[in-house]
């Protein structure tokens, strides 16, 4: 017997798949310097490496490089931006000061991160992709195969994600433009010297250089939620795949509950053997199929706890990152609006937006997960266990007590669950805390008075 050597080996092919999903991210994430792997071609596909002398790694220290000299600029121009921007009191100061320093050492930080645990995001990378090509190849038709080929059975689930990924993309690209527009026309409308006599040209123009360059580089952050939210993505991909299949294992959905029925009034009417319904031929599961979406499911779980413990960290960061940056934005923005600088304000409108944004983005992906386990369960509760084999019918309700019990979520080290319900008591905290800068912000005009 010859052995098979047409085609690459599954592994590429499931790696280039994703790729091909995120490949819009990865390339503005390259651009601005936060992804500094290359994405290689070889004779098998695509994957990704590290090169030392490489476009994103270039990128990657000329951001750091670039951030560094905003860090010299806007420390030598301190005061000016302080008068330029109206803000006087130690709370608005403080505030405006955290709100810098967040944005330069995420900045900082996640580049030289990633540029340090090059090896061991592509170790994490690659045992995703393990995972995934084995459900991927658990069936030799191809009923799980992950692709978005037209000629795939599920290409428009895993088509759906891409889509998902370039519109997410170029949504917050669209957003950052028009922040650096609003923020540009405002200074020259608004921020004149006939505005500010006491302040020249020049003050204002490095008074604004550093607020412009500190709105974009915190805006970028947006981009970096991206390889948070892609793996949920894919893990619900395939799980809206194993539901799909789950609705051929007994034929059509809705004739199952059909076939119980007229399989029921037969075993009433007739009063046979209970034996004989369960060989009925009206009713007919494919236990091959069943089996294959149990075993899928399970490797779905083990991805899970393996993401849940890789990215405790970078979640748990980027909530609290996003959480103090919406923070110090409301504070500084009700501030302006408390003083006529509207525009101002509005200048922060955009950047808060964005901050949302990520902690939106990152629940209701995670929300989905348990969403689509729900619909999975449905399937296997509705599946007539009399046409089952013994071993069969133990599985079956083993998982089916297993999906009731243990429901799929994305819990970063069990320090929290992460769906949108975070996101409401994440902004009801933020609101206490914004009433309570506020009153001493209150307090402290109150005593200069």
């Not at 008074?207 to 893990?235: D, E, K, R, Y």
Request: proline share 4%; with cysteine; aromatic share 10%.
């Amino acid at each position: 017997m010859e052995r098979e050597s047409s085609g690459p080996p599954p592994t590429a092919v499931v790696e280039t798949t994703l790729i091909s999903l995120i490949s819009l991210g990865i390339r503005v994430s390259q651009g601005i310097g936060y992804f500094p792997l290359s994405i290689v071609k070889s004779k098998n596909g695509y994957k990704f490496a590290f090169n030392r002398c490489s476009f994103p790694l270039i990128c990657s220290f000329s951001i750091i490089a670039c951030q560094l000299f905003l860090i010299i600029l806007w420390y030598s121009s301190f005061v000016d931006t302080m008068v330029l921007m109206g803000l006087h009191r130690s709370t608005e100061v403080i505030s405006f000061i955290v709100t810098g320093t967040l944005i330069a050492f995420q900045t900082v930080f996640k580049r030289v991160s990633f540029i340090f645990k090059h090896q061991l995001v592509i170790n994490r990378w690659g045992n995703f992709i393990t995972d995934l090509t084995r459900i991927s190849s658990s069936d030799k038709d191809g009923n799980f195969r992950i692709s978005i080929d037209p000629c795939a059975k599920h290409c428009e689930i895993f088509t759906r994600v891409k889509t998902s990924v370039r519109n997410t993309v170029l949504g917050s690209m669209i957003f950052i433009l028009v922040m650096m527009s609003q923020i540009v026309g405002g200074f020259l409308l608004f921020s004149i010297p006939a505005k500010r006599p006491n302040i020249q040209t020049g003050l204002n123009m490095m008074g604004i250089i550093p607020v412009v360059s500190w709105s974009v580089m915190g805006a970028v952050n947006v981009f970096q939620s991206l390889f948070v939210t892609f793996p949920i993505q894919v893990v619900n991909a395939c799980l809206e795949m194993i539901d799909t299949e789950m609705g051929h294992v007994c034929g059509n959905v809705e004739d199952w509950e059909e076939n119980l029925i007229i399989a029921e009034t037969e075993k009433t009417e007739t009063i046979i053997d209970p034996q004989a319904v369960k060989v009925s031929p009206l009713i007919v599961v494919d236990e091959k199929k069943l089996h294959l979406c149990i075993s899928n499911y399970h490797l779905l779980i083990k991805i899970l706890q393996r993401y849940n413990a890789s990215s405790a960290n970078l979640i748990t960061f980027e909530i609290t990152y996003n959480s103090m940056l919406i923070l110090t934005y409301l504070f500084i923005g009700f501030t302006w609006i408390s003083t006529g600088e509207i525009n101002a304000a509005l200048s922060r409108l955009i950047p808060l937006v964005l901050c949302v944004k990520i902690i939106y983005h990152m629940g209701t992906e995670a929300g989905k997960v348990e969403i689509n386990q729900r619909k999975i369960l449905r399937k296997f509760c509705h599946i007539p266990r009399q046409v089952l084999s013994p071993e069969m019918r133990d599985r079956v309700s083993s998982i089916i007590h297993e999906l009731s019990g243990d429901a799929l979520k994305i819990e970063p080290d069990s320090f929290f669950t992460l769906n949108r319900r975070l996101m409401t008591s994440i902004l009801s905290t933020v609101l206490t805390f914004l009433v309570v800068l506020i009153q001493f912000r209150d307090g402290e005009r109150r005593k200069s008075d």
